[in-house]
C-alpha cells in the first residue's frame, strides 16, 4: 500500500498562526503564573514552536495519556501514563494538544488536573475536528478548524510515522 501525504496547512501558515496564538496567550495571562502542559507525543512539536512564541515567563510540563482503540480514534477509555512533575496549585495551566476529535482527552485532562486545584486550566490545540466530537470541551485558543479527515505531521503521526514533517497533510491510500 503506498501512502501518500496531501498538504494542507503550510508551515508559514503554521508559523503564523502559532504567533498569533502566542500574542493572546501573552496578552491574556500578562502577570499570571502560567504552566503550559504539552500532550505527548502529538503536542511536542507544537509545544515547542508556541513557547518560543510566548514572550512571558512560562513554565513548561508534559502528560502522556494511553487510549486503548485503533490508532486512528481514542476509545473514551484514558489513563495516565505520565503525570506532571509540576505542582499547579494556584497557578494557570493551559493544556497543549495537536487535535481535538472526540473530545474524550481534553474533557479527562480538564478534570485530572482540575483536581490538583489549579486557578485556572484551559485548552489550546492546534487543530479541532468537530464532526467526530462526542464529549463538548472548550477550546479557549484554536488554531484550524479541519474536516473528518485523518492528519499527519507536524507532531501527528499515524502508527508512529509521519510526525516530523513540517506542515500538515492529510493521508491519501
Ligand atoms: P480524542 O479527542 O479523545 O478523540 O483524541 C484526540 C487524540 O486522538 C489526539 O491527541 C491524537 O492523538 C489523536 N487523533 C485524533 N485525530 C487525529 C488525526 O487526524 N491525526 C492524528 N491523530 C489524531
Ligand atoms: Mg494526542
Known amino acids: 500500500m503506498t501512502v501518500k501525504v ?4 503550510s508551515s508559514a501558515k503554521l508559523k503564523k498562526k502559532i504567533s498569533d496564538l502566542a500574542k493572546k496567550i501573552d496578552k491574556d495571562y500578562r502577570g499570571k503564573e502560567l504552566v503550559l502542559v504539552g500532550v505527548l507525543k502529538g503536542a511536542a512539536v507544537f509545544l515547542a514552536d508556541l513557547i518560543r512564541a510566548i514572550k512571558m515567563p512560562v513554565a513548561i510540563d508534559l502528560v502522556q495519556v494511553s487510549s486503548y482503540g485503533a490508532s486512528t480514534y481514542s476509545s473514551g477509555v484514558i ?8 505542582p499547579v496549585v494556584g497557578k494557570d495551566v493551559l493544556l497543549v494538544e495537536d487535535i ?3 473530545g474524550y482527552t481534553m474533557k ?7 483536581h490538583k486545584k ?6 489550546c490545540a492546534l487543530l479541532d475536528k ?3 466530537r462526542r464529549v463538548r ?8 478548524t479541519v474536516p473528518d479527515e485523518f ?3 507536524y507532531g501527528l503521526d499515524l502508527n508512529e510515522k509521519y510526525r516530523n514533517l513540517p506542515f500538515i497533510g492529510t493521508i491519501q491510500k
Not at 489513563?79 to 509540576?86: A, N, S
Open 100 to 102: 481535538v476529535d472526540y
Open 6 to 9: 496531501k498538504p494542507l496547512i
Open 118 to 123: 489549579p486557578n485556572s486550566v484551559k485548552i
Open 137 to 144: 470541551v472548550p477550546i479557549a485558543y484554536k488554531g484550524f
Open 151 to 153: 492528519f499527519v505531521g
Open 79 to 86: 489513563k495516565i501514563k505520565k503525570d506532571l512533575d509540576l
Open 108 to 114: 479527562y485532562l480538564l478534570r485530572f488536573i482540575g
Open 130 to 132: 468537530p464532526a467526530r
